[in-house]
T-cell receptor, first 111, second 114 residues
Framework: DAKTTQPTSMDCAEGRAANLPCNHSTISGNEYVYWYRQIHSQGPQYIIHGLKNNETNEMASLIITEDRKSSTLILPHATLRDTAVYYCIVGINTNAGKSTFGDGTTLTVKP | NAGVTQTPKFQVLKTGQSMTLQCAQDMNHEYMSWYRQDPGMGLRLIHYSVGAGITDQGEVPNGYNVSRSTTEDFPLRLLSAAPSQTSVYFC?????????????FGPGTRLTVL
């Protein structure tokens, strides 16, 4: 699975959009980009995933660059409850759930 | 559905003791995994299983054993606990389908080895 690079931490004002970047320059053609988050030492929670098209669900949007070497997770209206560690993972999900989680980005949403 | 359940929630061991962390899922998922998370760090894969009777090693398998006798259960055994195994342990499961089948995580077991 490709390696990812994320900033260690970010701040965001409550009600504003939070944009979390992820670099995955070694991604291969059949690898997906997945985002999970972990709130205060709970088990990680799935947010969204994509291959090459932008994706949106009720939680977030995922923007993947045309060359697929980077992506951005967008939380459109961040709330205090979105404070968490966000993990960007790249891989072929058929690989038996053996995702490699890096250290992620700690997002702090401030009032 | 209860999802992924883990027991115990907390455990304190002495060096050299052995124990089993329990993990169960009621979603009929084929794939199950064990991760550990040290303070301030990301998750590291210990062992995983693609179905009953099939297991394989992840990044950090030393000191741990697993078995998968049923689809529902995937216990993790610490053979001889060491302080370096103090961590939070997460179990996860997913179905064996395509890329849309994401992982579901349990609430974790917080283990301290003295």
């Amino acid at each position: 699975d490709a390696k990812t690079t994320q900033p260690t931490s970010m701040d965001c004002a409550e009600g504003r959009a939070a944009n979390l970047p992820c670099n995955h320059s070694t991604i291969s053609g059949n690898e997906y980009v997945y985002w999970y988050r972990q709130i205060h030492s709970q088990g990680p929670q799935y947010i969204i995933h994509g291959l090459k098209n932008n994706e949106t669900n009720e939680m977030a949007s995922l923007i993947i660059t045309e060359d697929r070497k980077s992506s951005t997770l967008i939380l459109p209206h961040a709330t205090l409850r979105d404070t968490a560690v966000y993990y960007c993972i790249v891989g072929i999900n058929t690989n038996a759930g053996k995702s490699t989680f890096g250290d992620g980005t700690t997002l702090t949403v401030k009032p | 559905n209860a999802g992924v359940t883990q027991t115990p929630k907390f455990q304190v061991l002495k060096t050299g003791q052995s124990m089993t962390l329990q993990c169960a899922q009621d979603m009929n998922h084929e794939y199950m995994s064990w991760y550990r998370q040290d303070p301030g760090m990301g998750l590291r894969l210990i062992h995983y299983s693609v179905g009953a009777g099939i297991t394989d090693q992840g990044e950090v398998p030393n000191g741990y054993n697993v078995s998968r006798s049923t689809t529902e259960d995937f216990p993790l055994r610490l053979l001889s606990a060491a302080p370096s195994q103090t961590s939070v342990y997460f179990c996860a499961s997913r179905s064996s389908g395509g890329p849309s089948d994401t992982q579901y995580f349990g609430p974790g077991t917080r283990l301290t080895v003295l």
